[in-house]
């Protein structure tokens, strides 16, 4: 069975019954595809760490790239095991940490502030907001073919998105514009933990490429794409100011508003006017 099939507590997606109404007084019942949206709690050795409201599915993934995206682990050889459990109330996701990781880990878990997963809450987020990021490794902004064709494939790959039109994806696509992995999540933070956890957890390079969101482009997912050393970023979105300070201070080539026949591109502390089409 696919995951995609899957109607256990890890499904994507449930049927579910409507009542239709058309505007010429009409009525029905048709059935629709529903994203599900459940709680997962999120343990790193032993300690509870953060409640996700998650599609439950690839949750493997998005346990690599959470906690690469909240500074648990520098890398995915940090994590000893990666074990999702079926609780009561939902679904426990339990990172391992090898012993190496585990003391710099659990000082972060204690004090718990959250960086970059569900925007900022109290002062030490603040402060963590301040925190510089680190710089881009390999700076590649995408031809525009690369682009456009990245754009023109990526519906037939949003299985779940096409089925629910509830969801957001996170696509990594080569430098030529083809798609090599998609994840996809309600929670547009979640879809694009996914992908980096999905590529980390397969050996496969997130810097031979670029990323394409279809949500918008808010300055945590600058954030997350910066610390996994992503070599640019597009999305269908225009960026938020904050958005852009941080893929600024980070040297992330960020492209956005990005449409079938234009994008803006941003390098600076603003966005260029130029458009392409």
């Given amino acids: 069975m696919s995951r995609d099939d899957d109607q256990g507590p890890r499904a994507g997606d449930r049927e579910l019954r409507f009542g239709e109404h058309g505007a010429d007084g009409s009525s029905r019942e048709t059935t629709r595809a529903v994203a599900v949206e459940a709680p ?67 000082d972060r878990v204690r004090r718990r502030t959250g960086d970059s997963s569900c925007g900022l809450c109290g002062v030490s987020s603040l402060e963590a907001l301040a925190k510089p990021l680190p710089r881009v ?17 990526l519906r037939d790959r949003q299985s779940l998105g096409r089925r629910t039109a509830a969801v957001h994806a996170a696509a990594f696509c080569t430098p030529d514009g083809r798609i090599e992995t ?14 980096i956890g999905a590529r980390l957890r397969q050996g496969l390079s997130l810097q031979d490429g670029f990323v394409l969101l279809t949500s918008r482009c808010s300055y945590e997912l600058v954030e997350k794409a910066a610390v996994a050393g992503l070599s640019a970023l597009v999305t269908v979105s225009l960026p938020t100011t904050l958005a852009i300070e941080r893929a600024a201070e980070a040297g992330l080539p960020l492209l956005v508003l ?9 390098t600076d502390s603003s966005v260029e006017s130029d458009r392409y089409s």
Avoid: W
């Avoid at 940090?78 to 679904?91: F, I, N, Q, T």
């Fill in 40 to 106: 997962v709690a999120v343990e790193v050795a032993g300690l509870g760490y953060a409640v996700m409201m998650v599609t439950p599915r690839d949750l493997e993934d998005f346990g690599v790239g959470f906690a690469l995206a909240e500074r648990l682990i520098a890398g995915p050889d940090d994590l000893a095991s990666v074990d999702v459990c079926e609780a009561e109330a939902g679904l426990v996701l339990r990172l391992g940490l090898i012993p190496g990781a585990a003391r710099p880990a659990l």
């Fill in 137 to 153: 490794p390999s700076p590649r902004r995408p031809s525009e073919q690369a682009v456009f064709a990245a754009l023109g494939t």
């Fill in 182 to 195: 998609v994840r996809e999540d309600v929670g547009r933070h979640n879809a694009l933990d996914k992908l």
């Fill in 258 to 266: 990005a449409r079938d026949d234009s994008f803006l591109t941003v």
